[in-house]
């Protein structure tokens, strides 16, 4: 493979990457509000039913659309990207060393292997995030 070719898997792949975080950063913010907030701020309504003579207060946690919509009425449409910035710092270079180590691995692999075949691109993806999990962090502790 040239180095023309490595440059284009990782643009490639950093590409890729920075449109997936982007597309899916509303519903990060979505999941994280759900899971961080305490669930009185988002009371939707409180049903009253009574077992065996006690009354229990039942309350149903808000869905991810109600959260949406109360996000966007509260904060407006720019607080569904917030924190977007960090994300983008880790995910497109990520995704660039991944697809770049892929297509490389694929490529010697097919010199191996049968070309093409399911074993070349299984092994090919663990290769590559094998790569992505641990370079990164070996690199921190050198």
């Not at 991944?98 to 290769?127: C, I, R, W």
Request: some cysteine.
């Amino acid at each position: 493979m040239s180095q023309r070719d490595t440059l284009v898997h990782l643009f490639a792949g950093g590409c890729g990457g920075t449109v997936g975080a982007i597309l899916t950063c509303p519903l990060e913010v979505v999941k994280t509000r759900l899971q961080s907030s305490s669930i009185t701020l988002y009371i939707s309504e409180v049903q009253l039913s009574t077992v065996n003579g006690t009354s229990v207060a039942r309350v149903s946690p808000p869905g991810p659309l109600h959260c949406l919509k109360l996000i966007l009425e509260k904060e407006g449409p720019r607080s569904l990207f917030r924190g977007l910035g960090p994300n983008l710092v880790g995910v497109a270079p990520s995704r660039a060393i991944y697809f770049g180590a892929y297509s490389t691995a694929k490529e010697k692999l097919n010199g191996v292997l049968e070309p093409d075949s399911t074993q070349v691109h299984m092994l090919s993806a663990g290769m590559a995030g094998i790569s992505c999990t641990r370079l990164p962090f070996t690199a921190w502790f050198q």
